[in-house]
Nanobody, 116 residues
Framework: QVQLAESGGGLVQPGGSLRLSCTASRVVFRGSNMAWYRQAPGKEREFVASIGWRSGDKSTADSVKGRFTISRDNDKNTVYQHMNNLKPEDTAVYFC?????????WGRGTQVTVSS
């Protein structure tokens, strides 16, 4: 049973923008802090950004601060990540999960490739 499903990735040129979406089952989403993580080729998965249930508590990794914005729509059980001024080093598979992450909720992720 799929609990979380990411979408919105793709190929974009440096400086471009993308919006990622993650739709979760209600039992996972409701009341949970949510986060985005990413894993670049040959590297470990890393934290990108998190958001609390009421959206007032956010945290962002220094590497994306000022460029990425996390948000959520609790009526739609969906968390978003708006990514601006993308750089080649942002190339990775992006995953959403709770924060802290639960092993059983890791999905397939969505590939983001930043290249000219």
């Amino acid at each position: 049973q799929v609990q979380l499903a990411e979408s919105g990735g793709g190929l974009v040129q440096p400086g471009g923008s993308l919006r990622l979406s993650c739709t979760a089952s209600r039992v996972v989403f409701r009341g949970s802090n949510m986060a985005w993580y990413r894993q670049a080729p040959g590297k470990e998965r890393e934290f990108v950004a998190s958001i609390g249930w009421r959206s007032g508590d956010k945290s962002t990794a220094d590497s994306v601060k000022g460029r990425f914005t996390i948000s959520r729509d609790n009526d739609k059980n969906t968390v978003y990540q708006h990514m601006n001024n993308l750089k080649p080093e942002d190339t990775a598979v992006y995953f959403c999960n709770t924060h802290p992450p639960a092993r059983e909720f890791w999905g397939r992720g969505t590939q983001v490739t930043v290249s000219s």
